[in-house]
């Protein structure tokens, strides 16, 4: 069973930054694809970030690329997201989740294997 801990979030400023980590323990982290989703106060959960096994980066939007950036470290089983220029739009949950190797779609909750608790992240104004 695969065990995912995100730590990282808390309050920030708007303008600020905040590094997410994710640390899996239980498998073989290198062979999946890792994600990053958020989930805000009312809303679904939607992604934010994925990078494959191979590095690929997918982002939701333009916006999320222009100052978010996901990265992993494989021989620490770990898997990044760093955030930049947050403002209050960015407050929800984030999660990290993991997807075994397959071929498919990775951009959906369902499209996920495995799951954090979820940490919080609040951008005052």
């Known amino acids: 069973q695969v065990q995912l801990v995100e730590s990282g979030g808390g309050l920030v400023q708007a303008g600020g930054s905040l590094r997410l980590s994710c640390v899996a323990s239980?498998?073989?982290?290198?062979?999946?694809?890792m994600a990053w989703f958020r989930q805000a106060p009312g809303k679904e959960r939607e992604y934010v970030a994925v990078?494959?096994?191979?590095?690929?980066?997918?982002y939701s939007t333009d916006v999320v690329k222009d100052r978010f950036t996901v990265s992993r470290d494989n021989a620490k089983n770990t898997v990044f997201l760093e955030m930049n220029s947050l403002n209050a739009e960015d407050t929800a949950v984030y999660y990290c989740?993991?997807?075994?190797?397959?071929?498919?779609?990775?951009?959906?909750?369902?499209?996920?294997?495995?799951w954090g608790q979820g940490i919080q992240v609040t951008v005052s104004s």
């Open positions: 990078i494959t096994r191979n590095g690929g980066r997918i």
């Open positions: 989740a993991a997807r075994t190797n397959r071929p498919g779609r990775q951009v959906l909750r369902e499209d996920y294997d495995y």
């Open positions: 239980g498998g073989t982290f290198s062979t999946y694809t």
